[in-house]
């Protein structure tokens, strides 16, 4: 048993690790407290163990507009705590294949050693394969290939903490976006805020677009979160 919120509050964090992030001055921090671990950069809070409910909605959501009956192929990026790749996991049929593309190799190897608990152990499922390397190169890298592309790599279209996540968001990522996923596919996007901007983007790469506002927690509490779920026709 841990100690509530409250108690666990008043315990200072402890460092746990931290890593250079690739192709970039800055740095990534794991954090403990009690059992509350916390993944930041540059004082910005990256995912935090005691809030996962949206980061799991945006796999629920896309999972569902898939065919139940089928084998899917998923990519992911990137892979934070896990919880959206183990919500995708709980969905997917027996021979689905999931790759979760994670930039930074730290990430991977914390959610070995430190982190794995958290989500239920996703990393171990014999259907994920995981890869340390930006998930824009594996959005290129195929056609027509993807049933799901969920992506939860930074705070959302706006790319607060990583500058180069534009290339995901802007007009040429969709485009890509949309040619990686199969007919019927879905690019589901993960924010924390609305952007109608990027709502438009995604209309004008091709996607029959849906936006559903979802709590950061499965209780129903916490802050509004923007899910868009983008269909390829
Ligand atoms: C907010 S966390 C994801 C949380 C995750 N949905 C979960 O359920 O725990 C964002 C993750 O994306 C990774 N990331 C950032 N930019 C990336 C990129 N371009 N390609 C792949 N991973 C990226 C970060 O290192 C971090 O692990």
């Known amino acids: 048993m841990g100690l509530s919120i409250e108690a666990s509050r008043m315990i200072p964090w402890k460092e746990i690790d931290r890593a250079k992030i690739p192709g970039n001055e800055g740095e990534v921090i794991l954090l403990v407290r009690d059992q509350e671990f916390s993944i930041r950069t540059a004082g910005t809070e990256l995912m935090n163990s005691r809030i996962h409910g949206s980061e799991e909605s945006l796999a629920e959501l896309a999972c569902s507009r898939l065919d139940p009956n089928a084998n899917w192929q998923i990519l992911i990026g990137g892979l934070g705590m ?21 930039l930074i190799p730290a990430v991977v190897k914390w959610n070995q050693e430190y982190l794995g608990h958290l989500a ?114």
């Open 120 to 233: 239920g152990r996703p990393l171990l499922d014999p259907r994920v394969r995981v890869i340390e390397e930006d998930v824009v190169k594996a959005i290129g890298e195929k056609t027509s290939a993807w049933d799901a592309i969920l992506l939860d790599v930074d705070n959302g279209p706006a790319g607060l903490t990583q500058k180069a996540n534009d290339r995901l968001y802007g007009n040429l990522g969709l485009k890509a976006s949309f040619d990686a996923l199969r007919p019927g596919g879905i690019l589901a996007v993960w924010s924390s805020g609305v952007d109608e901007a990027f709502t438009r983007r995604m209309t004008l790469a091709g996607f029959k677009t849906k936006i559903v506002s979802v709590r950061a927690r499965k209780s129903g509490k916490g802050s509004k979160h923007t899910i868009w779920l983008g269909k390829r026709p």
């Open 82 to 102: 896990g919880y959206t790749l183990a919500a995708a996991l709980e969905h997917a049929n027996f021979d689905t294949q999931i790759l979760v593309a994670e």
